[in-house]
């Protein structure tokens, strides 16, 4: 882990502190000061009958979004899949291939696969208010021990503690309870609440979207049942026709269900009235959409209340399609704006919960966000600053080892063109490291070529006991060599 | 007090001696054997070591140890056990690989010497032995791994013995830095 300001040690030194409970066990979810019970955040329901904010019922509804709409769904699959199809890069200051190494297989193990895990916890940053969860799992319970690998960790099945050691309790499937300390487990919340009670618990992509869910939804059913007739959308009464009439005109093939003065046809209820007057038709909807609804428009506008919720352009819901260049530039414009927000956001994150919380100190993690469009904006500005330093040499102003050092300095040269950083430590970016001077082990030197074939004969079990007191003698003498009278 | 680094030296210096006999015309059977006879003989001394500090009548044990093994109280003796057989088993797969040839001289020679490093957390065990303390300096937990220089403080009180983990005047990995800062430790008597 990267050398961060101790927060446990300065949250006791803040007010905050009293906001804190200690969770001795797993049962401090149930029991104690600062249980579920006690500590339940305001119960106040929700537009269109959520549950509690705040409450796991409500996470296992948002959840369940993917399910109810399919352009939803989509939305999610694409924002997901985008995100992971990124890949990653791992540099390490040191150039140390065993660290880069050692890093990489933690990070391509998470959860099994990293594509896996990605989406797996991506979906509960989406579709839950309690966030993403990550097991830091460890070879041992102490302290500070090497981590043996990630896993997701159903955010369904965590509760929080409101303990900033003991943030977690995790139910595994097998019924049993588990308390997490803060060096196990990672939590990456959308927009956590300020307020003190909600235990870190946000508002997800579906809680922001689920109005335009639940009327997407609607409007889908309608339609559906509309067409294939399988609900009762409207009551017709028709006057001057006789029941009998009624039939006769309306027979088919298909099945009729045949009811005493009303008769059901593809999904309306008919109800023939004898009367002396002219023939005509009262409608009672029963379901309908509003006068004036445009179906078009709606569906745009819901697309970009999607595309907002969870963070993305628009043209990732809603592709241009038969509009003009105008468009095709403002859409670049929308997604070069998508960059700053959204789950640019969640991708900051990311990085710093990996680069800062898992990895060594030296070691640094990027998710990849290369592109030709990106390469030649990179290209565009290392012309420009290039530019500007051979003016300035020629000016006198820095020499060329200075402009050199400027040009590493922004990151337009590799360091390793550089012999000596004059102006080291001056500045250190959010997904940087440093690594002081006297932390960098030497470069080992290069190994020789393997040695001659050595003989073996067939190895005979240990005799342990034997070795051990053969041994002892022995051991005596360097105990006598070795003890001091300090 | 035991000088851990002049013991982890001696048995350097005897891990070297092996080593360099096995590329100079020995066998790979020849060099098992005496790697595990320094491996036992250095767990030994740093069990010995750690329990004539624990007290006077542990002095006088690991005094009559230089007689017979059975002078150890059997908590140290099983954990010696325990140990050798550990660091032997490593050394069965640290030979099969030599025999198979993957390894040049010089990484031969940079993991056998690996093994001189391992008593420090048995000195620490037989030192501690009368607490039951969740880790022990250079116990593989933490990134230093063997090159460990911390060190336990016990410190027993009227109500409760504390443990702190003490890091010493050499630079120190995060886990240390991380045990360190978990001070201090209520710990139990083993027995």
Same mark, same amino acid.
């Given at each position: 882990?990267?050398?961060?300001?101790?927060?446990?040690?300065?949250?006791?030194?803040?007010?905050?502190?009293?906001?804190?409970?200690?969770?001795?066990?797993?049962?401090?979810?149930?029991?104690?000061?600062?249980?579920?019970?006690?500590?339940?955040?305001?119960?106040?329901?929700?537009?269109?009958?959520?549950?509690?904010?705040?409450?796991?019922?409500?996470?296992?509804?948002?959840?369940?979004?993917?399910?109810?709409?399919?352009?939803?769904?989509?939305?999610?699959?694409?924002?997901?899949?985008?995100?992971?199809?990124?890949?990653?890069?791992?540099?390490?200051?040191?150039?140390?291939?065993?660290?880069?190494? =050692?890093?990489?297989?933690?990070?391509?193990?998470?959860?099994?696969?990293?594509?896996?895990?990605?989406?797996?916890?991506?979906?509960?940053?989406?579709?839950?208010?309690?966030?993403?969860?990550?097991?830091?799992?460890?070879?041992?319970?102490?302290?500070?021990?090497?981590?043996?690998?990630?896993?997701?960790?159903?955010?369904?099945?965590?509760?929080?503690?409101?303990?900033?050691?003991?943030?977690?309790?995790?139910?595994?499937?097998?019924?049993?309870?588990?308390?997490?300390?803060? +060096?196990?487990?990672?939590?990456?919340?959308?927009?956590?609440?300020? =307020?003190?009670?909600?235990?870190?618990?946000?508002?997800?992509?579906?809680?922001?979207?689920?109005?335009?869910?639940?009327?997407?939804?609607?409007?889908?059913?309608?339609? =559906?049942?509309?067409?294939?007739?399988?609900?009762?959308?409207?009551?017709?009464?028709?006057?001057?026709?006789?029941?009998?009439?009624?039939?006769?005109?309306?027979?088919?093939?298909?099945?009729?269900?045949? /009811?005493?003065?009303?008769?059901?046809?593809?999904?309306?209820?008919?109800?023939?009235?004898?009367?002396?007057?002219?023939?005509?038709?009262?409608?009672?909807?029963?379901?309908?959409?509003?006068?004036?609804?445009?179906?078009?428009?709606?569906?745009?506008?819901?697309?970009?209340?999607?595309?907002?919720?969870?963070?993305?352009?628009?043209?990732?819901?809603?592709?241009?399609?038969?509009? #003009?260049? #105008?468009?095709?530039?403002?859409?670049?414009?929308?997604?070069?704006?998508?960059?700053?927000?959204?789950?640019?956001?969640?991708?900051?994150?990311?990085?710093?919960?990996?680069?800062?919380?898992?990895?060594?100190?030296?070691?640094?993690?990027?998710?990849?966000?290369?592109?030709?469009?990106?390469?030649?904006?990179?290209?565009?500005?290392?012309?420009?600053?290039?530019?500007?330093?051979?003016?300035?040499?020629?000016?006198?102003?820095?020499?060329? /080892?200075?402009?050199?050092?400027?040009?590493?300095?922004?990151?337009?040269?590799?360091?390793?063109?550089?012999?000596?950083?004059?102006?080291?430590?001056?500045?250190?970016?959010?997904? +940087?490291?440093?690594?002081? /001077?006297?932390?960098?082990?030497?470069?080992?030197?290069?190994?020789?070529?393997?040695?001659?074939?050595?003989?073996?004969?067939?190895?005979?079990?240990? +005799?342990?006991?034997?070795?051990?007191?053969?041994?002892?003698?022995?051991?005596?003498?360097?105990?006598?060599?070795?003890?001091?009278?300090? | 007090?035991?000088?851990?680094?002049?013991?982890?030296?001696?048995?350097?210096?005897?891990?070297?001696?092996?080593?360099?006999?096995?590329?100079?015309?020995?066998?790979?059977?020849?060099?098992?054997?005496?790697?595990?006879?320094?491996?036992?003989?250095?767990?030994?001394?740093?069990?010995? *070591?750690?329990?004539?500090?624990?007290?006077?009548?542990?002095?006088?044990?690991?005094?009559?140890?230089?007689?017979?093994?059975?002078?150890?109280?059997?908590?140290?003796?099983?954990?010696?056990?325990?140990?050798?057989?550990?660091?032997?088993?490593?050394?069965?797969?640290?030979?099969?690989?030599?025999?198979?040839?993957?390894?040049?001289?010089?990484?031969?020679?940079?993991?056998?010497?690996?093994?001189?490093? *391992?008593?420090?957390?048995?000195?620490?065990?037989?030192?501690?032995?009368?607490?039951?303390?969740?880790?022990?300096?250079?116990?593989?937990?933490?990134?230093?791994?063997?090159?460990?220089?911390?060190?336990?403080?016990?410190?027993?009180?009227?109500?409760?013995?504390?443990?702190?983990?003490?890091?010493?005047?050499?630079?120190?990995?995060?886990?240390?830095?991380?045990? *360190?800062?978990?001070?201090?430790?209520?710990?139990?008597?083993?027995?």
């Amino acid at each position: 882990m990267t050398d961060l300001l101790d927060i446990q040690a300065a949250r006791k030194r803040s007010v905050t502190a009293g906001d804190l409970s200690e969770a001795t066990g797993p049962h401090a979810v149930i029991v104690g000061p600062g249980n579920l019970f006690a500590g339940l955040p305001g119960g106040e329901y929700a537009q269109a009958g959520l549950p509690p904010v705040g409450s796991p019922r409500r996470d296992w509804a948002l959840s369940n979004t993917p399910y109810m709409e399919s352009m939803w769904a989509a939305a999610i699959f694409k924002a997901i899949s985008k995100q992971v199809a990124l890949g990653f890069r791992i540099e390490d200051e040191t150039d140390s291939a065993l660290r880069i190494r =050692r890093a990489q297989q933690i990070i391509i193990g998470y959860d099994g696969a990293y594509t896996t895990g990605l989406q797996r916890g991506l979906q509960d940053f989406l579709l839950t208010d309690f966030g993403m969860v990550l097991e830091v799992a460890r070879v041992s319970n102490a302290r500070g021990s090497r981590i043996a690998g990630l896993f997701h960790l159903d955010a369904l099945r965590c509760m929080a503690t409101g303990d900033p050691e003991r943030p977690i309790v995790y139910q595994s499937l097998d019924g049993a309870y588990h308390l997490l300390s803060a +060096e196990q487990v990672v939590r990456i919340t959308d927009m956590p609440s300020p =307020r003190g009670h909600m235990r870190g618990y946000g508002m997800c992509a579906a809680s922001r979207a689920w109005p335009t869910i639940l009327k997407l939804a609607a409007v889908e059913i309608y339609f =559906r049942e509309k067409i294939t007739g399988s609900r009762n959308l409207a009551i017709h009464i028709i006057n001057g026709i006789s029941d009998q009439q009624l039939r006769d005109a309306l027979s088919s093939s298909e099945e009729m269900r045949n /009811a005493r003065g009303f008769v059901l046809y593809k999904g309306s209820t008919l109800i023939p009235m004898i009367r002396p007057d002219a023939p005509a038709v009262v409608t009672i909807p029963l379901a309908e959409v509003p006068d004036g609804f445009d179906v078009d428009q709606e569906r745009r506008d819901s697309y970009l209340r999607i595309a907002n919720a969870i963070g993305v352009a628009v043209q990732d819901i809603q592709p241009l399609s038969g509009q #003009g260049l #105008g468009t095709g530039t403002q859409s670049v414009v929308l997604a070069d704006a998508a960059e700053g927000y959204g789950l640019a956001a969640w991708r900051t994150a990311w990085e710093h919960v990996v680069t800062h919380f898992i990895l060594p100190s030296s070691t640094t993690f990027h998710l990849a966000t290369s592109n030709s469009r990106e390469e030649q904006d990179k290209a565009a500005v290392l012309s420009t600053r290039a530019g500007a330093m051979k003016t300035l040499v020629e000016a006198g102003i820095v020499t060329a /080892a200075q402009a050199l050092n400027i040009l590493v300095d922004s990151g337009d040269i590799d360091k390793a063109f550089l012999p000596q950083d004059v102006t080291e430590a001056g500045v250190v970016e959010d997904d +940087e490291k440093v690594t002081m /001077a006297a932390e960098r082990p030497e470069p080992a030197e290069p190994l020789p070529p393997p040695a001659p074939q050595i003989t073996a004969e067939k190895a005979t079990p240990y +005799e342990v006991e034997s070795i051990i007191d053969r041994e002892l003698a022995a051991a005596m003498e360097w105990v006598r060599l070795v003890v001091t009278d300090e | 007090m035991i000088d851990l680094i002049k013991l982890q030296n001696l048995a350097l210096a005897d891990i070297a001696a092996a080593t360099e006999a096995l590329f100079t015309g020995g066998n790979v059977t020849t060099w098992r054997a005496n790697m595990a006879s320094i491996i036992a003989r250095q767990h030994a001394a740093a069990t010995i *070591a750690g329990v004539g500090e624990r007290s006077f009548t542990g002095r006088i044990r690991a005094w009559l140890a230089r007689f017979t093994p059975r002078a150890l109280p059997a908590a140290d003796r099983n954990r010696l056990e325990r140990t050798v057989r550990d660091q032997l088993r490593y050394l069965e797969g640290f030979a099969a690989d030599v025999v198979r040839g993957e390894m040049s001289e010089a990484q031969i020679k940079a993991r056998a010497g690996l093994y001189a490093g *391992a008593a420090r957390a048995t000195y620490s065990a037989a030192r501690w032995g009368d607490y039951l303390l969740p880790f022990h300096p250079g116990d593989g937990g933490t990134p230093c791994l063997v090159n460990c220089r911390c060190t336990w403080d016990v410190q027993p009180g009227d109500e409760e013995t504390l443990a702190y983990w003490r890091l010493s005047d050499v630079e120190h990995c995060e886990g240390c830095v991380s045990r *360190a800062n978990a001070n201090p430790y209520p710990v139990r008597s083993a027995t």
